[in-house]
């Protein structure tokens, strides 16, 4: 095939303008095709971003409970005194039973200035003593392995009781079958009273003869009395068949202890049918009797002969029932004690159960917090120089005194910080409390101090009562100038080896009572200050809490050493920076912080925590 020239030409014109229609129509549609390109891209990137976010996560500061040395202080401010006297006053009342020094003396800090009688002081502190040790004692019991008697004995107790139960079934089969020796002659014997015709010559009844012979003096009566003589009898002979018959069946030397147990339970309420059977029985013969005694009759000797016999039968079977209740009751009570028995074998064995480790634990140490109590209450008996001084005495020896009474003054070159505390810090100050002393006008300068007096008598101002306590210092700094602003912290309590946790860990239900949040197992601590995410929900733990400072509490029970509780807690979202900008793309992919439809937990974790 061939081609024209003219033919070629048109054709390359045609492909060359097909060629520059395309170019501007790349050219034209390329920045919409550019756009959904990233569009894609940008998509993709959020639902990427969705499907692996944190937010909603809870984020945990976590921290675990540590022994150590708790201090409790409380805080004041006040001002270096331009007064270096200082009046001294025991915190007690009583007698005074001796003066340490002369009137005018030098003394140096300690010395003993006078004494309040203390003997009912000096007993709490013997009586806290020996609580202490008992506590210590108990403690170390429950802590070491029982011994060969503790075991010996308490094998002993449970082979005591087995016995003592083996005997009770021995009484009860031996108390059963005297039972079955009397009760076929009493059955006869009632039959007899009952149904017999001794009474008349008519071969009625007897109780029937009776009711008729009553009737003339109250008809009702005397049928409603036969009536329950007959039912009662009806009863109890169909119950006597059928336990004699059970007892007849049954070899009581070689039954087991539930056929024993069933035979001694129905025997016993054979007894109490039979009893009712009896006492009606009486009770329709003595009416008779009683209402011939009423009109002047002779009361026929057979009615006496048969009340006699009634009378009889109702004593035999009281004491057999006294003695089928007593196994009965003897053998409940043998089966309990095995059981409580062997429980205390098994709990001696063992060993000590860490609720009785941390029961015995903190008995120790509330009996060391009471002697501690008792030895600082010993201390308020006693007035000593605070630091090196002259004294001036103001009581002479059995002189009657109150706390707060001025018992002497101290005249002394040693400066004073002079601070006022509210009454809820005042409370906790003793004297001799150490302190550490700061001054605004020396940033740098510190100064130990102990406390050297204590107002008896707050102030009030404005509905508020403060004391005012003054401090000596332990050293003396040329540069401290009367007048000068001091500020006090005043270690108040020190707790050696106490189990504490973070001051924010600790949180108080509703009812008062405190817990903490523990996660268990623990989870790994790797975000820092900012917390780590977890899913896992923490379980709440009640404590008991004890002395506590700005920074640590106390867990005197419900928690132990390494145990990992919850310091604070926030939301993924909000540890991350808080909220993110809007987009116009709105929850595509889900937002997993408002616990959408796609399933994602809602968030709020750390408001269930009560953080």
């Known amino acids: 095939m061939s081609f024209s020239f003219n033919t070629l030409v048109s054709s390359n014109k045609t492909f060359s303008a097909g060629f520059v229609r395309a170019r501007a129509s790349f050219r034209k549609h390329r920045s919409l095709r550019i756009g959904a390109l990233v569009l894609a891209v940008f998509v993709l990137w959020r639902v990427f971003a969705a499907a692996t976010s944190t937010a909603g996560i809870p984020r945990y500061v976590v921290a675990q409970a540590e022994a150590g040395t708790l201090v409790v202080s409380v805080t004041g401010s006040g001002q270096v005194s331009a007064s270096n006297q200082l009046s001294l006053s025991p915190q007690a009342s009583g007698q005074i039973v001796y003066i340490g020094v002369q009137d005018g003396e030098k003394v140096t800090r300690g010395t003993l200035i006078a004494e309040v009688d203390p003997t009912n002081a000096e007993k709490q502190v013997r009586d806290a003593k020996a609580n202490l040790q008992s506590a210590e004692i108990n403690l170390q019991k429950v802590t070491e392995p029982p011994t060969a008697l503790e075991l010996a004995q308490a094998q002993d107790a449970v082979s005591t009781a087995e016995n003592s139960l083996v005997t009770a079934y021995a009484n009860s ?15 006869t014997g009632l039959q007899d009273v009952d149904f017999g015709s001794e009474t008349n010559k008519i071969q009625q009844w007897n109780i029937d003869w009776y009711e008729n012979a009553a009737s003339k003096y109250d008809l009702a009566h005397a049928q409603d009395l036969r009536d329950s003589a007959y039912a009662a009898y009806t009863s109890a002979k169909t119950s006597y068949d059928a336990t004699f018959m059970d007892f007849k069946n049954v070899n009581l030397a070689s039954a087991d202890a539930t056929t024993t147990e069933n035979i001694l339970s129905e025997t016993y309420t054979t007894l109490g049918l039979v009893t009712n059977a009896v006492k009606a029985s009486n009770a329709l013969i003595q009416y008779y009797s009683d209402q011939l005694t009423a009109n002047n009759l002779t009361v026929p000797s057979i009615a006496t002969t048969q009340i006699s016999s009634l009378s009889s039968y109702t004593s035999k079977l009281s004491s057999h029932s006294s003695s089928l209740l007593s196994d009965s009751t003897s053998i409940s009570a043998d089966k309990q004690s095995i059981n409580e028995k062997q429980l205390s074998l098994q709990e001696l064995q063992a060993g000590a159960t860490a609720l009785d480790l941390a029961s015995a634990q903190l008995s120790v140490e509330t009996a060391q917090n009471a002697l501690k109590d008792a030895q600082d209450n010993l201390a308020n008996y006693y007035v000593t120089a605070p630091f090196d001084g002259t004294v001036g005495l103001s009581v002479t020896p059995y002189q009657q005194v109150s706390s707060g009474t001025t018992v002497a003054t101290l005249v002394t070159s040693e400066q004073l910080a002079v601070l006022t505390l509210n009454e809820v810090d005042a409370a906790t100050v003793k004297l001799g409390d150490k302190a550490t002393l700061t001054f605004d006008a020396f940033p740098d300068l510190s100064i130990a101090g102990e406390v050297a007096d204590i107002s008896p008598i707050g102030t009030v101002s404005q509905g508020v009562v403060s004391y005012t306590v003054k401090i000596g210092f332990s050293t003396q700094d040329a540069r ?26 600790v949180h108080t239900a509703s009812d008062g009572s405190s817990y903490v949040l523990v996660f268990d197992p623990p989870i790994t601590a790797s975000g820092g200050a900012q917390g780590t995410l977890s899913e896992e929900i923490p379980r709440q733990t009640p404590v008991t809490i004890g002395a506590s400072n700005t920074t640590s509490t106390q867990i005197v029970a419900g928690l132990s050493s390494g145990d990992q509780v919850v310091v604070r807690a926030t939301s993924g979202s909000a540890a991350a920076g808080g909220a993110s900008a809007p987009s116009i793309f709105g929850t595509l992919g889900g937002n997993r912080a408002g616990g959408s439809a796609n399933g994602a937990r809602p968030a709020g974790g750390a408001v269930r925590i009560g953080g």
């Open 480 to 505: 401290v100038k009367p007048g000068m602003s001091v500020n006090a912290s005043i270690d108040t309590d020190v707790v050696t080896n106490a189990l504490t946790v973070p001051a924010s860990a």
């Open 173 to 187: 089969t031996s108390d059963l079958a005297n039972t079955f020796l009397d009760l076929p002659t009493i059955m």
